[in-house]
């Protein structure tokens, strides 16, 4: 049983729009293995220090107590040096290339890269499971058209007439690149294989170790969020909850699938610049809430959870100043990300932790 959290080197600041069980017909979703919370966000260009990674995996492995870690990210390279770190502290490894804005042929590629990577590793004796990608049918193209994630959203789920069609659509497209990626990671890696999906993708999971699914509970469906969760658990194969989270703004929990979109972004960039207006900070309320979806995935016999995440790097805390400033409070991650200095609880990091 993995408890964990999420790390990774290429998040992208998305609106969560997924939500649990009972949201507009759909099932459940969730994001990142014993008591699953890890995982860190770090923009595409930013300095890699593999001294920091391996700190920051026994910070997780030691004081949050994880026994796994889903460590996601675009760069092969990058991805099997911090897996390689995290099993050399023992923990079991969720290795995760994150595909974003790729075709159906870079994806491909991509995965054959990380499993053959990913097999050296399991060969040395690590716990490994592989999971071929999150959500790929609105973080690439091919699947809807639109250049941009809202635009496919809105393109696939906006309009009801011919809303089932649509999600017909992509989950043929889905299923043809998935059958052919799971034989291709397969012939390379001869561990355990997931794929991290969103509820309306409507995956095959006979081609899957795990079910494994992006679930968050809004209050819009918290009151059918637990049975939700028993009855996906009632299905044979064992189910893996990645990335479930909250952000750090008082309400956020009410409103957890969306509680990112307070942000206003660069529009040639696409980094975030300021929030929409002033909130209030309430890290009471995200560390509440991720002790009552753990206890449900616990209780109701979840087999592997990661909480959404431990970092996002690229949205520091700024207490002083304009409160609009402050950009940890969109922020997901379980520690706030410091403007330019260290912490005190931990001198040697650039953070400081939530409550959560």
Request: aromatic share 8%; glycine share 10%.
């Amino acid at each position: 049983m993995a408890r964990g959290i999420t790390i990774g080197g290429q998040v992208e600041h998305r609106s969560r729009y997924i939500q649990g069980p009972g949201a507009g017909g759909s099932s459940l979703t969730t994001n990142r293995a014993g008591r699953a919370v890890g995982g860190h966000g770090r923009d595409l260009n930013s300095r890699f220090d593999p001294e920091l990674v391996r700190r920051e995996l026994t910070i997780i492995r030691d004081d949050l107590h994880c026994n796994a870690v889903q460590i996601i990210g675009g760069d092969p390279q990058r991805l099997e040096l911090a897996a390689r770190h995290a099993a050399d502290l023992g923990l079991e490894v969720w290795f995760s290339p994150y595909p974003l804005e790729l075709t159906t042929g870079e994806m491909l590629a991509l995965f054959v890269d990380c499993a053959e990577r990913a097999e050296r590793l399991r060969a040395q004796g690590a716990e490994v499971v592989f999971v071929a990608g999150v959500e790929l049918s609105i973080m690439n193209r091919g699947f809807v058209d639109g250049d941009r994630i809202e635009e496919r959203l809105g393109r696939l789920l906006a309009n009801p007439a011919g809303r089932l069609e649509r999600l017909t659509e992509v989950r043929s497209r889905l299923d043809h690149l998935l059958r052919e990626a799971v034989v291709a990671i397969r012939e390379r890696f001869r561990g355990k294989v997931t794929y991290a999906a969103i509820p309306f993708e409507g995956v095959d999971w006979d081609l899957f170790d795990f079910v494994t699914l992006e679930l968050i509970r809004s209050a819009e469906v918290a009151d059918q969020f637990r049975d939700g969760v028993r009855k996906l658990v009632a299905q044979p194969k064992p189910v893996a909850i990645t990335g479930f989270g909250t952000a750090t703004w008082r309400g956020a929990s009410d409103v957890a699938p969306r509680s990112m979109e307070i942000l206003e972004y660069d529009e040639a960039t696409g980094a975030p610049l300021r929030l929409t207006g002033e909130y209030q900070r309430d890290e009471a309320s995200q560390a509440a809430y991720l002790s009552e979806l753990l206890e449900i995935f616990d209780s109701e016999g979840v087999d592997s959870t990661f909480v959404y995440l431990f970092a996002l790097y690229g949205m520091p805390h700024r207490p002083n100043g304009d409160p609009r400033d402050d950009l940890d409070l969109a922020s997901v991650g379980i520690v706030k990300v410091l403007d330019g200095h260290n912490g005190n609880t931990y001198p040697d990091m650039p953070w400081e932790p939530k409550a959560a």
